[in-house]
């Protein structure tokens, strides 16, 4: 694959922007959002899409259902699938508003859906919500605990109408396994999956990596888009991560794209010109990631939608600087307005 995509960034860092009443350290910020300020999420969604988003991710992370009555006494059958479609919609709202913001006919069905920024379900890892005790790994857990809690959102995200299902922060083997059984009843359905690792580059429940990644591939043929890593504890250096990349693609006669969130601490350094055509500049953090691999790139932890601009401008000047590698120099604001369907 040599397309590189670029994703959106910290959903709770630009909600924060669109909430000043609310702090960007509230664990059930985009709870609060979804319930009390709507407008803040369709704006931050449009935010990312204006700084050149290739796909956005839905409002739907740390949103389980069964944290709804935790954190607001509400009963789980409103917070249940309410919610969750209210998020999507949201994300629909802005993907259509910034196609027709380029130009495009939202009313030309068969055009929008070709050419539109595409949505991706985020699902979060069961070991990875705001209420739950991290220090309970969970591989403890039965298999159908952790199936019943992939399926719920599952079904009312693909039923709801995202273009992609995008599993994050998934921690331990056994919860793989239970999100491959739960995408058997929809085979069509696009994924990737970021997996929340030590700093040694295995899972929290000591398994390695490669035998997440081979499991994936085996079990999840045709859907399986790309593949992530997510470190347990941030990092003043990611080359034990690039390293990890580095050989996880040559484990194997397969090369296969990686997807990254890059964490704001680890963009501050970056210096790209306002013209991707203009003089190259040294160090460039995003080229050290995509001459790996990585292939979706989008903004990690504190990332808004100005440091996806900056992401955007050095992807473009990747393109231009290495151009023998891909097929198109569009710009990525170009690029979404001819992004079809992966």
């Known amino acids: ?43 931050a969604h449009l935010d990312f899409l204006r700084a050149g988003a290739q796909i956005i991710r839905t409002n739907t992370y740390r949103t389980t259902i069964s ?100 599993f994050e922060s998934i921690s331990c083997l056994i919860e793989v396994i239970a999100i491959s059984q739960a995408l058997r009843k929809y085979p069509t359905i696009r994924v990737w999956i970021t997996f929340l690792c030590k700093m040694n580059g295995d899972l929290l429940d000591d398994n390695l990596l490669i035998t997440a990644i081979m499991l994936c591939k085996e079990t999840l043929p045709g859907q399986l888009m790309a593949v992530g890593v997510e470190c347990q504890y941030i990092a003043s250096s990611l080359e034990p991560i690039r390293t990890l990349m580095r050989n996880i693609n ?18 501050s350094t970056m210096t790209v ?6 003089p190259s500049r040294p160090v460039q953090p995003v080229a050290q ?24 401008r050095e992807v473009d000047y990747y393109r231009i600087s290495r ?9 990525c604001s170009a690029q979404n307005k001819n992004l079809s369907k992966m």
């Open 250 to 267: 040559n484990f194997k006669d397969w090369v296969f794209p990686f997807l990254f969130y890059i964490d704001k601490n680890h963009l």
């Open 67 to 166: 944290l709804f009555p935790s954190a607001f006494g509400l009963p789980i059958c409103i917070c249940d699938q309410t919610r969750v479609i209210t998020a999507v919609a949201l994300a629909k709202k802005a993907v259509r508003k910034y196609f027709e913001e380029i130009g495009g006919d939202s009313n030309n069905i068969e055009d929008y859906n070709q050419r539109r920024p595409l949505i991706a379900g985020c699902c979060d890892g069961y070991n990875f919500l705001p209420f739950y005790d991290v220090g309970k790994i969970t591989k403890e857990l039965p298999i159908s605990q952790l199936l019943s809690f992939h399926e719920e959102r599952i079904d009312i995200l693909v039923r709801s109408g995202v273009d992609i299902l995008a």
């Open 289 to 312: 990631w995509l001459d790996i691999g990585v292939r979706y790139v989008g903004g990690g932890f504190g990332t808004n939608a100005e440091d996806i601009k900056e992401i955007c």
């Open 1 to 43: 694959m040599d397309k590189v995509i670029v994703l959106d960034g910290a959903l709770d860092k630009q909600l924060s922007r669109n909430m000043p009443h609310i702090s960007e350290t509230d664990e059930v910020l985009a709870m609060r959002a979804l319930m009390y300020d709507q407008d803040a999420v369709y704006k």
């Open 323 to 331: 151009g023998e590698m891909f097929a198109t120099l569009m710009t």
């Open 273 to 278: 010109p306002v013209d991707a055509a203009g």
